[in-house]
């Protein structure tokens, strides 16, 4: 459960910073968010995790938003049957973000294939895709302590 959660923040998160090109000042992304009813642990996790995964590739989160002019995997007639095409279009919107990599995307369908329910909903991709995303990160209890903002402010220098 909070996986799914956290995934909801981080997606929200990088459409926020794709559309609004907000440099430094994440308050009021923050506040939105615990609006909608997110815990500050949660929130902080998320800030936390997106700048780490971003910064491992060497670019601020801003400059990496650019979405994947590849071609999309276009799911087979007995993966048609049972994914529900809002988890589908779910799981193609993570790939966009740059969230899963093909592997990682295959991945998540194969898992959810094998959960031998009869119908995939949204809620079991995002399951399936938290659990492939954040990895071990939950586990890593370092990354809980919350997100660190230098001197009192809500920038990151």
């Known amino acids: 459960m909070i996986q799914e959660r956290i995934i909801e923040i981080i ?11 907000v440099k430094g000042n994440y308050s009021n992304i923050s506040k939105k968010l ?24 060497r670019h601020a989160p ?31 919107q993570l790939r966009q973000l740059g969230l899963l990599d093909d592997y990682e995307f ?18 079991d991709i995002k399951t399936i895709a938290g659990s492939i995303i954040l990895g071990n990160d939950l586990n890593n209890q370092g990354n809980w302590d919350g997100f660190y903002y230098p001197f009192g402010s809500n920038s990151i220098q």
């Open 11 to 21: 997606v929200y998160l990088l459409q926020e910073l794709k559309r609004s090109q």
């Open 34 to 57: 615990v609006s909608r009813g997110y815990t500050e642990n949660e929130i902080n996790f998320a800030f936390s995790w997106v700048f780490n995964h971003f910064q491992e590739k």
């Open 62 to 92: 801003e400059e990496s938003l650019e979405y994947s002019s590849r071609s999309s995997r276009v799911l087979h007639e007995v993966e048609k049957m049972v994914i529900q095409p809002e988890a589908h279009g779910y799981l193609l």
């Open 106 to 123: 295959e991945l998540v369908i194969e898992k959810a294939l094998t959960l031998g329910t009869s119908i995939i909903t949204i809620d």
